[in-house]
């Protein structure tokens, strides 16, 4: 059988860093937070909560409990975005169990239908599209951390988007950089180039270790979960997202 992946997923190595505890447990849940937080408001925002639970309460409570319950993570049995939604699932029916026991004698009612109902797409998919929002913030995250021409990237990254490129606009951004066209729309390729690596690590580094044991299963891996990703920010056409292959 072939080795385990070449490359450590990083999202499981923090939830690790947060399941040891310790003084580093909190540094690793705040970076979670970070990567997820769109999700996770996005979330709660959508959740049928008690009347007075407001999102803001409901997500401070919910990462108090997340730190406790972290530790029952098990790498291997799917996305962390998946327990994260179970969880959020949990957390908030039994705040709508308690706040109708205090109300209410007698039986409990069940927590069933967990989101409020959308009235343009699912709530499944709004969620899955506020997680690709925060997957393309990452993914822009790391290309800033990495570029070697911070003035440059701010100049040209509302081309990223591509793949067609606006002459006059090329032309002028050039004439302000000092560059000729033709050097400007070598820059632009870079840069999108640089930002698929990007995209591509930050899709790669929410999956499933199992789903990346080597770098052929990751690679298909990843595209599945792209072209996913678009779907949801593209319902109708995925050809915007042209800059993401």
């Known amino acids: 059988m072939a080795a385990k992946a070449s490359f450590p997923s990083t999202r499981w190595s923090i939830i690790r860093k947060a399941q040891a505890g310790g003084p580093e447990a909190r540094v690793a849940l ?11 408001e996005a979330t709660l925002r959508r959740a049928r909560r008690p009347p007075d639970l407001t999102v803001d ?12 319950d972290l530790p029952r993570v ?3 049995r799917g996305k962390f975005r998946g327990w994260l939604s179970c969880a959020m699932h949990s957390h908030i029916c039994n705040a709508r169990r308690r706040w109708w026991a205090k109300r209410n004698p007698g039986p409990v009612t069940e927590c069933v239908d967990f989101l409020e109902p959308s009235t343009t797409f699912t709530a499944e998919h709004e969620l899955l599209r506020s997680f690709a929002l925060d997957t393309l913030k990452h ?3 790391l290309q800033r951390n990495r570029s070697q021409n911070l003035e440059r990237l701010e100049a040209l990254r509302h081309f ?5 490129m606006n002459f006059e606009a090329v032309a002028t951004v050039a004439r302000r950089m000092g560059l000729t066209a033709v050097a400007t729309r070598k820059a632009i390729h870079d840069l999108r180039v640089q930002f698929r690596e990007c995209l591509h690590e930050a899709v790669a580094d929410t999956l499933d270790p199992e789903e990346i044991w ?3 299963a990751a690679s298909q891996a990843v595209e599945r979960e792209l072209r996913q990703l678009c779907t949801s920010l593209f319902p109708a056409s995925s050809s915007e997202a042209a800059f993401v292959r």
């Open 74 to 76: 098990v790498e291997g």
């Open 160 to 164: 990223l988007p591509g793949p067609d």
């Open 57 to 68: 309460d409901a997500k401070q409570e919910f990462l108090e409990q997340l730190l406790k």
């Open 30 to 40: 705040e970076q979670l937070v970070q990567r997820y937080d769109g999700f996770i």
């Open 139 to 141: 993914a822009a995250w």
């Open 214 to 216: 080597d770098e052929g």
